[in-house]
Structure formats: structure tokens, C-alpha cells
């Protein structure tokens, strides 16, 4: 895993449906942060042993193959990432008491209002270029 380095203003989204990626990455692209996509938690994983690490990461619960608990679990055994803020996305009712129990920084329900996506964003990292 990288060296503990965030990249500021990085945000990587992970989720299994291609057009709620494309459209977080574009709105948080078009604010000036530096958005990357992938659609599963493996692959996710893969790109965190290659990449410097986000400063924030967006993820989905309910994925094929590796689930967000899974993919939680997995970061946690890193030092280099298990600091790094995790925001939930999810559907289902209960996702405030997922984000709880995941000790993830917050959460979003789906489906995500641009408003609310922006905040969390802003709360957690800073756009790297202004508009």
C-alpha cells in the first residue's frame, strides 16, 4: 500500500453500477476535485497498492464478489490506509447504523442528492481547483 501519502483533493469511488459512478465522478470532477471510479472492491484494493492513497473514499455496500465490510476490513489491516475516511453508499434504510458499526466517517443514501455528495466531499477533503 502507498506510504501513508493522501493525495489531496483524490476521491475514489467504488461501486458496481457504472452509471451512478460515471455521474458521482463527473459532479465531483466538474467541482474541482480529482475523482476516480471503480467498479469493485477488488479492483479498488488493486489501485490502492499501486496509487498514492485518496483522501476520501465513496463506497458502495452491496457489491459482487467483495462487499464494503469486506473491502473495510481489508484497509483496516494497512496502516497506510485504514485512516483514510470511508463514506457509505447505500440504499437500504439502515445505512446510518452500517456506518456506525463499519466506523466509517459518514454516509450517503442513494439515491445521492448532488447537494449532499458535495458537502460530505467538502467536509472531508478540498477540490484541488476552483471553478
Not at 29 to 49: I, K, M
Request: aromatic fraction near 4%; hydrophobic fraction near 45%.
Amino acid at each position: 500500500m502507498s506510504g501513508g501519502v493522501h493525495s489531496v483533493g483524490s476521491i475514489l469511488v467504488i461501486d458496481d453500477d457504472q452509471d451512478l459512478r460515471e455521474a458521482i465522478t463527473t459532479a465531483l470532477t466538474d467541482e474541482g476535485y480529482q475523482a476516480t471510479a471503480v467498479g469493485s472492491a477488488r479492483e479498488a484494493l488493486v489501485r490502492l497498492r499501486e496509487d498514492v492513497a485518496p483522501s476520501l473514499i465513496l463506497l458502495d455496500m452491496m457489491m459482487p464478489g467483495m462487499d464494503g465490510w469486506q473491502f473495510r476490513l481489508e484497509l483496516q489491516r494497512e496502516p497506510a490506509t485504514a485512516k483514510i475516511p470511508i463514506v457509505i453508499l447505500s440504499g437500504h434504510q439502515n445505512v446510518r447504523d452500517a456506518a456506525l458499526a463499519l466506523g466509517a466517517a459518514d454516509y450517503l443514501r442513494k439515491p445521492v442528492r448532488i447537494e449532499s455528495l458535495l458537502e460530505v466531499a467538502g467536509r472531508y477533503c478540498r477540490p484541488i481547483f476552483l471553478n
